[in-house]
């Protein structure tokens, strides 16, 4: 199948337990282990001391989020010819997707250092993993949304007790007036390209260590769909720290995908600069498939940039087209309901093996998001 082709596309809740929740559906009540079920109870409980409260809430970290499947995509090898194909799938998180990661992490670090309450902005998955780990640590939560935007994720994130507060223009104006807010009132800011960088990156980074420990070696080339880039950034940091420990015997090749002309990592990568250069706002045109991937200016994209150049991979976009036909075609042959948007890493990696052979290896592409 070739890759190629035209950019033709075109009520507060209380609850007594956790909820799943992905993309494209309501929170579904599961059930977990009763001892998950206390540690809940005592994070969110004002009234524990503060050390009982942590211990409870990694609890629930190392009981819910990450390891998620390493998966060989045995008929997907057989489509497209490569040697040793894996998919790491990041839709096993609570949430759906790998936002849960920094989430979780982030809303670790607010209890820790005493903060009542954690602030973001988003325009979806990500505030849902928020909204998530602040109503299961018990802090208030914060989601700045743009005024214009619309999402189904939004009565999740109500529903898990946050508060929504609509921004005039774009995302990143609502990044900057969730920043403000976070100075002026004291909120712990979870946004991106903040003082919380190392620990996202690092929060990213363990999806480099659980890809070590089901292959005990770097792969050679390991694909991700980019956005603001702090995805990418973190894992490339994850297997520098592996390959300077002597734990593998190279770096992958990082190989970044995203929408058709509309990410400034691609973009930079494809046209030779030096740095991420924001793109034309008003020349973004988003659609329900390309919204997750889409940015004029990538917050952390410098990182991302960097990562792909160091490690000698490479970047490409694709259009709404193709990633739709890879998530039907990942859902046909693999069994896996993935956002078409978590394909475009994949893309890029299948567009390089059809324009000229990757050598028989192994590789990784990671899909950071789960469709219902």
């Not at 035209?6 to 309501?26: C, E, Q, V």
């Not at 994070?43 to 409260?53: G, N």
């Not at 998966?71 to 998919?87: D, P, T």
Request: aromatic share 8%; proline share 3%.
């Amino acid at each position: 199948m070739s890759t190629q082709g035209s950019n033709d596309d075109k009520s507060t809740m209380n609850f007594d337990r956790p909820y799943s929740l992905i993309d494209g559906a309501t929170g579904e009540l599961i059930e977990f282990s009763e001892a998950i079920e206390a540690q809940h109870t005592i994070a969110k409980d004002k009234s524990y001391p503060i050390d009982e409260r942590l211990e409870a809430f990694e609890d629930i970290i190392d009981s819910e989020v990450g390891d998620t499947t390493l998966w060989r995509a045995r008929n997907l090898e057989r489509e497209f010819g490569l040697r040793q194909l894996y998919l790491k799938f990041e839709g096993g998180n609570p949430t759906g997707t790998q936002k849960d990661r920094i989430a979780f992490a982030q809303a670790m670090d607010a209890l820790r250092r005493g903060f009542e309450a954690i602030t973001v902005a988003t325009c979806g998955n990500y505030g849902v993993a928020i909204a998530l780990a602040a109503s299961l640590a018990g802090l208030r939560c914060l989601i700045y949304i743009p005024e214009n935007y619309h999402t189904k994720r939004i009565k999740e994130m109500t529903d898990l007790g946050s508060e929504i507060i609509r921004v005039p223009g774009d995302y990143e104006n609502a990044v900057s007036t969730s920043k403000e807010d976070a100075n002026k009132l004291e909120l712990y800011d979870a946004n991106p390209g903040g003082e919380n960088l190392a620990l996202q990156l690092t929060a990213y980074g363990q999806i480099a260590y659980e890809i070590y420990d089901e292959l005990r070696d770097a792969p050679n080339s390991l694909a991700v769909p980019v956005s603001n880039g702090t995805t990418l950034a973190g894992i490339y940091r994850g297997f520098l720290s592996l390959y300077r420990r002597g734990k593998t015997s190279r770096i992958p090749r990082l190989v970044a995908g995203s929408s058709y002309r509309k990410n400034p990592i691609v973009q930079a990568y494809v046209h030779n600069l030096a740095n991420c250069i924001d793109l034309k706002p008003e020349k973004i045109r988003e659609t329900d498939i390309n919204e997750p991937l889409i940015n004029w200016h990538s917050i952390d994209g410098d990182l991302a940039l960097t990562a792909v150049r160091e490690s000698r991979g490479w970047a490409t976009d694709s259009t709404d087209r193709n990633m739709m036909s890879f998530s039907r075609m990942i859902r046909e042959k693999e069994g896996m309901s993935v956002l078409p948007a978590s394909t475009a890493g994949l893309i890029a990696l299948i567009d390089q093996h059809q324009k000229e052979s990757l050598t028989k290896d192994r590789y990784v592409a990671v899909l950071t998001g789960r469709k219902s």
